[in-house]
């Protein structure tokens, strides 16, 4: 089974400012992890994910992560928000592939959410 | 536009009414997802499906139905069953196949629920 753990729900910050979101996983088997974002009474919009390769992962809207293995972390970092940048961040993990019976083939694994992380950032 | 549509974005409901709702995509994605949503509890997986006519129960199946019999389409049914039904639902999408380097999912606006 996997988890994901936010360890912080809330995270204020003065605009300009840098700001990290921590979050931690738990699996048997190797993983991918995701960051998602989410704006209010939106759905969640891709932020980067891990596959493999490089530890060093950057998405969108200047967000990078970095994924470390022997800490099983995947932590969010920006180096300076935006007022914009206030929103609920999730991050996620799921497994490379399962063997699917019914599919005839190895399918990724679904989805886990860890509780979210709502950045608000102070003017 | 390729994307997924949830509706209707608001809906009410009377105690003891089932109540579906609807999610399509046109992104020929094989798998579909749907999660509930609660302020402080992330996002909870409610029933999955990645392929046409099957479909797994999630961690909190109970009080939902789905189907699936069409790849573009994943209906979600509240019963009556469902204690809580008051919630932020979101249907989402992706490629289930292996290979693709596209595991990620794809998400709809959401419809909220207010059972009353």
């Known amino acids: 089974a996997q988890s994901v753990t936010q360890l912080d729900s809330q995270v204020p910050v003065f605009e300009e400012a840098p700001v990290e979101l921590r979050c931690n996983y738990s699996s048997s088997v190797s993983v991918y992890l995701f960051w998602y974002v989410q704006y209010p009474n939106q759905g969640l919009q891709l932020l980067l994910k891990y596959l493999s390769g490089s530890t060093l992962v950057k998405g969108i809207n200047g967000f990078e992560a970095e994924f470390n293995k022997s800490q099983t972390s995947f932590h969010l970092r920006k180096p300076s928000v935006h007022i914009s940048d206030t929103a609920e961040y999730f991050c996620?993990?799921?497994?490379?592939?399962?063997?699917?019976?019914?599919?005839?083939?190895?399918?990724?694994?679904?989805?886990?959410f860890g509780q979210g992380t709502i950045l608000t950032v102070h003017p | 536009d390729g994307g997924i549509t949830q509706s209707p974005k608001y809906l009410f409901r009377k105690e003891g009414q089932n109540v579906t709702l609807s999610c399509e995509q046109n992104?020929?994605?094989?798998?579909m997802y749907w999660y509930r949503q609660d302020p402080g509890q992330g996002l909870r997986l409610i029933y999955y499906s990645q392929i046409v006519n099957d479909f797994q129960k999630g961690d909190i199946a109970e009080g939902y139905s789905v189907s699936r019999e069409k790849k573009e389409s994943f209906p979600l049914t509240v019963t009556s069953a469902q204690k809580n039904p008051t919630a932020f639902y979101l249907c989402?999408?992706?490629?289930?196949?292996?290979?693709?380097?596209?595991?990620?999912?794809?998400f709809g606006q959401g419809t909220r629920l207010t059972v009353v």
């Open positions: 996620a993990v799921t497994s490379p592939g399962i063997w699917n019976q019914n599919a005839g083939g190895t399918s990724y694994g679904k989805l886990t």
């Open positions: 989402a999408s992706s490629i289930a196949r292996t290979g693709t380097g596209r595991p990620e999912a794809f």
């Open positions: 992104l020929n994605h094989d798998a």
